[in-house]
C-alpha cells in the first residue's frame, strides 16, 4: 500500500481546508435547516460530493483526493448535510444505474438540497435481511402500484423523494426485485416519526397504501433491482462512511486522553488503563483497515468482504470507546451537556445501522471463508 500523496492530492486537501476554514459554520447546529443551509454553502463550492463528475455538481476528483475529502470533513467536525443520504447512497447508484434523464433530473437537484432523499430498504420482518422483504408492487396499466411498510427510512420525514426496494412479478411469471422511485408526498405515502434513545427522530417507519408510481421510475431493470442494490450497500459500507467516523472517533479519544491526563485522573490504572490502551490501539486498526480500502479502490480491485469486516471492526470499536468514556468521566457521562452523553447514547446503534453485525459476520462466513450459506426459512 502506497500512502504517499501526489503534490496536485496535497494541492486538493489545502483548497479544502481553506474552504473550511473560511465558512465553517461557528455554532454547530444539527438542525434539519442548519444542515440544510451547510449542505447549500458546500453546493456553492462544489465540496458536496467533489467525487462526482462535473456536469452534475461535482469535481470529478481520484479516490484518493475523494479520501482526502472525507478525513478533513471529519476532522474539522463540520454539521451533516440535510441531502446525506441521498448523495451517499441514491446519488452514487443512479450513477452507476440511471438513465441519462434521471441523471440530468435528479442529480443536481440533491447535491443543491433542492430535493431531499431517504432511502426505504428495511422492513419490521426484514432488517439487514433484504433478501427477505415483503413488500410488492404490481404493475397496473402505467402505474405500480405499492402497498406496504418500511422501517428505518432515515430523513424521511423531510424528505420529497425515496428510495424503494420492492418485489415484483416478471411477464414470465418470476419473481424478483426492482428499485422505484417514490413521490414522498403522493397520496396513500404515511410517515410516522420513530422517536430514538437520544430523543431525536431521524428514524421514520413509512406506509404505503396502494400508493401509485409511475412505471418508468424504475432504477435499473425490472426484476433485477439486487444487483443494484449492491451499487447501494457497498456505498454506505465503503470508503466515505467508515473514514469520516474514524476521524470522529479518533479525535473522540484523543479528547478522552487529555482527560484523563489532568491531576484529578491519577487513580485511572488497572484494568480501565488497559481498556483505553485497547482503545488506542483498535484506533489505529481502523484507519489501516480504511487505509487498505482506499488502496484497493485505488488499483481497482474487487473490495469482497472488506466492508463488512471494517462495519463490523468500527462497531465494536465505536462501543467500546464509549463505553470506556462513560467509566471515566463517571455522572458527567450521563448528566452532564447532550455533547457529553448523546454521542454515548448514539453509538449503541453502530451495530445495527448500516446492517446488523450479525449479518456482517454472514457475509464474513459465506463470502471470505466460503462456508455454507445460512439456511433462510
Not at 157 to 171: K, R
Request: proline share 5%.
Amino acid at each position: 500500500m502506497d500512502f504517499t500523496f501526489t503534490p496536485e492530492e496535497l494541492a486538493f486537501r489545502d483548497e479544502l481546508r481553506d474552504f473550511l476554514v473560511a465558512h465553517r459554520p461557528p455554532v454547530l447546529d444539527e438542525s434539519f435547516e442548519s444542515q440544510l443551509n451547510w449542505q447549500r454553502v458546500l453546493y456553492e463550492g462544489s465540496w458536496v460530493a467533489p467525487h462526482w463528475p462535473e456536469e452534475f455538481g461535482g469535481r470529478g476528483c481520484s479516490i484518493t483526493e475523494y479520501a482526502l475529502y472525507v478525513e478533513e470533513m471529519g476532522r474539522h467536525r463540520v454539521p451533516q448535510i440535510a441531502g446525506g443520504v441521498g448523495i451517499n447512497m441514491v446519488g452514487s447508484t443512479l450513477l452507476g444505474h440511471g438513465r441519462a434523464d434521471q441523471k440530468a433530473r435528479f442529480l443536481r437537484p440533491m447535491l443543491a438540497g433542492d430535493e431531499i432523499w431517504c432511502q426505504m430498504l428495511s422492513e419490521p420482518d426484514a432488517g439487514s435481511d433484504l433478501r427477505s422483504i415483503s413488500i410488492r408492487a404490481v404493475q397496473d396499466g402505467d402505474w405500480w402500484v405499492v402497498t406496504g411498510q418500511k422501517v428505518w427510512s432515515s430523513s424521511a420525514a423531510q424528505a420529497d423523494l425515496g428510495y424503494l426496494f420492492v418485489t415484483t412479478t416478471g411477464e414470465d411469471g418470476a419473481v424478483g426485485t426492482t428499485c422505484l422511485i417514490c413521490d414522498m408526498h403522493a397520496a396513500g405515502v404515511d410517515v410516522r416519526p420513530l422517536r430514538q434513545l437520544t430523543g431525536d427522530s431521524h428514524f421514520c417507519e413509512v406506509f404505503l397504501t396502494e400508493a401509485r408510481i409511475p412505471i418508468d421510475q424504475v432504477i435499473g431493470p425490472v426484476g433485477q433491482g439486487w444487483k443494484v442494490l449492491q451499487t447501494t450497500l457497498s456505498n454506505e459500507r465503503g470508503l466515505a462512511y467508515p473514514m469520516k467516523e474514524q476521524m470522529v472517533l479518533s479525535q473522540s479519544l484523543g479528547e478522552l486522553l487529555d482527560a484523563v491526563r489532568t491531576p484529578d485522573r491519577k487513580c485511572l490504572r488497572g484494568e480501565l488503563r488497559d481498556q483505553l490502551v485497547q482503545c488506542v490501539i483498535h484506533d489505529r486498526i481502523f484507519r489501516l483497515l480504511n487505509l487498505r480500502t482506499l488502496s484497493r479502490l485505488a488499483e481497482g480491485e474487487s473490495l469482497g468482504a472488506t466492508p463488512s469486516m471494517t462495519k463490523l471492526f468500527y462497531a465494536n470499536y465505536a462501543q467500546r470507546l464509549h463505553q470506556v468514556a462513560m467509566a471515566v468521566k463517571g455522572m458527567d457521562a450521563i448528566a452532564g451537556s447532550p455533547s457529553e452523553w448523546n454521542p454515548i447514547l448514539w453509538y449503541r446503534q453502530s451495530s445495527i445501522a448500516g446492517g446488523t453485525s450479525e449479518i456482517q459476520r454472514n457475509i464474513l462466513a459465506e463470502v471470505a471463508l466460503g462456508l455454507p450459506r445460512e439456511r433462510r426459512h
